[in-house]
């Protein structure tokens, strides 16, 4: 009969024997056959490429940890997927991956997580001169951080592919990735629980592109110089908060079929078009900064039942142009901020003493005539807007805050002025 001491000796002698088997780890050096290295890894081994040029396509077919030792380059040759991963538990780091094919069919990928390959981890890495930077696929639980990723920069925006795409995934966490020159920086399709924070997304057709993707928290990223910022289209369930949209060449943010959502605490400057809202239901915007846009919100498609309250909308040039059948009631409970607000506030109490109306008739005459701009802050049009508030029969159903307040609630907010799309 063992005695106890033994009994636990030999239990952890098997234990350091079973630990050693899973810690191995393998060199590889310039001249060295990386691919030849990691299939004959054992599962849980750390490979370690030193730093070089390796051309290679890699399948990565066990668990394994494959880190680059100064930056090593892998290059796929312009040819299929620089690195595919078909097995679960797969971290990649430090390396420069590049050099992938050009095959839209294909999908080719600087890294090409398949289905299966779930908790992932793509940390620290350059991806560059891809078709796709990532594409992930029915791979659940993976993590995206602090990679550049930037794409075939030559190519028109139609011919390229995006910077990390996500499908069929549940879990995933991107952060503090700097994504450009890509057709959508971060594409997003039948993709849930996920969190995308940190990450700057620019030079690039959207920003992000959401679709059918639901329960997602998207928060603290820089989304600039695109054609559109952050387009969610077809989603519920989002948490939008934090992020600054700015500089794009069409909208901020976008928000299309969209229910039961939170949108707060973002800051849209310097925008052809701050919001976007097509068909929202449900939804609440709050605390949102809406700055220097040339329009502030568009508003469209009978997005009504919507909680909108506490924003600042500052020096648009347009504050919201909508087209509708009935008045839409923004800031019932608590008013929100309008630079071009022409009432007074008697008893002093920050709220404005008459309602806000935005499509007034000087709105619309701008529209028709958008020279009048020239004249926004002249005493003419300025009694003019006075005029249409007494005569109702001139009015057209617009958005009107009840209780507009006097003063906005983000006092930088002329930090935001002047940041207007520079082209790429």
């Known amino acids: 009969m063992k005695t106890p001491v033994l009994a636990l000796a030999l239990a952890l002698a098997a234990l350091i024997g079973a630990g050693s088997a899973v810690a191995a780890t393998l060199t590889v050096r310039p001249g060295d056959d990386l691919a030849a290295v990691v299939k004959a890894a054992a599962p849980g081994d750390v490979v370690e490429v030193a730093r ?104 028109n925006s139609s011919q390229r592919g995006n910077g990390v795409q996500l499908y069929n995934t549940t879990g995933a966490r991107i952060f503090d990735n700097n994504i450009s020159f890509v057709r959508d920086a971060l594409y997003v399709d039948v993709s849930h629980h996920a969190i995308f924070r940190g990450n700057k997304l620019h030079h690039s057709r959207y920003g992000t592109h959401y679709m059918n993707s639901y329960h997602n928290l998207w928060e603290d990223n820089d989304s600039y110089y695109n054609r559109g910022g952050l387009a969610l289209m077809e989603v519920r369930d989002q948490v939008v908060r934090n992020n600054r949209a700015w500089g794009n060449s069409d909208h901020g943010i976008m928000l299309r079929t969209i229910q039961d959502s939170v949108i707060e605490n973002n800051v849209v400057a310097g925008n052809n078009r701050g919001f976007f809202i097509y068909d929202v239901e449900y939804a609440t915007l ?31 040039r347009e504050q919201v142009r909508y087209v509708g059948a009935r008045d839409e009631r923004w800031g019932a409970q608590s008013g929100n901020h309008w630079s071009n607000y022409l009432g007074w506030d008697r008893d002093g109490n920050g709220i404005g003493d008459v309602p806000y109306e935005a499509n007034d008739m000087v709105d619309r005459l701008t529209w028709q005539h958008p020279s009048m701009k020239l004249l926004l802050a002249s005493p003419a049009v300025q009694a003019l807007r006075l005029v249409g508030q007494q005569f109702p029969i001139l009015r057209v159903p617009s958005v009107v805050d009840p209780k507009p307040r006097m003063q906005p609630g983000n006092q930088h907010w002329s930090q935001w002025r002047g940041k207007h799309f520079s082209g790429q």
């Open 52 to 155: 070089g040029f390796y051309r290679v396509n890699l399948l990565i077919d066990k668990p394994l940890t494959l880190r680059g030792i100064n930056r090593p380059t892998l290059s796929g040759g312009q040819t299929g997927d620089t690195i595919r991963v078909t097995a679960p538990d797969v971290v990649i780091e430090g390396l420069i991956v590049r050099d992938s094919g050009d095959s839209l069919k294909d999908q080719n990928a600087g890294i090409y997580l398949y289905p299966g390959a779930h908790r992932a981890v793509v940390q620290n890495c350059d991806l560059t001169y891809n078709l796709f930077g990532l594409w992930i696929e029915k791979a659940n639980d993976v993590r995206v951080q602090g990679n550049t990723i930037t794409g075939k920069r030559e190519y």
């Open 286 to 316: 709050r605390g949102n900064l809406v700055v220097d846009n040339v329009v502030g919100v568009h508003l469209a498609a009978g997005s009504t039942r919507n909680v909108v309250e506490g924003n600042d909308f500052i020096a648009n």
